[in-house]
């Protein structure tokens, strides 16, 4: 199983940013997918799922409203908008995937991207 993260990098606040994972190895509409990040002295902490048939999405409170998760089942791609970025949104962004209906903790995903960098200057 690989899934390669992309699109990060540097925005200024209040910019956006459009995160893209694509997925191989296995099934892709069997698994949820989800999106985490780590910021340098925290823990990884969730920001966003979507469910296999791509019929509901799950938020972190500190991104609902300004992210929009999504996911191509045709091209098994899962993909992060994020908009109205805040310098606190600066992280390492990892995708991931879950054989259960959806997740919150990184516990329940089993296979990670590698991550991207997404820096948010003030």
């Known amino acids: 199983v690989q899934l390669q993260a992309s699109g990060g990098g540097l925005v200024q606040a209040g910019g956006s940013l459009r995160l893209s994972c694509a997925a191989s190895?296995?099934?892709?509409?069997?698994?949820?997918m989800g999106w985490f990040r780590q910021a340098p002295g925290k823990e990884r902490e969730f920001v966003a799922a979507i469910k296999r048939s791509a019929g509901s999405a799950y938020y972190a409170d500190s991104v609902t409203g300004r992210f929009t998760i999504s996911r191509n089942n045709a091209k098994n791609t899962v993909a992060l908008q994020m908009n109205s970025l805040k310098p606190e949104d600066t992280a390492v962004y990892y995708c991931?995937?879950?054989?259960?209906?959806?997740?919150?903790?990184?516990?329940?995903?089993?296979?990670w991207g590698q991550g991207t960098l997404v820096t948010v200057s003030s």
């Open positions: 190895g296995r099934t892709f509409t069997t698994y949820a």
């Open positions: 991931a995937q879950t054989p259960r209906p959806s997740g919150y903790s990184p516990h329940e995903y089993d296979y």
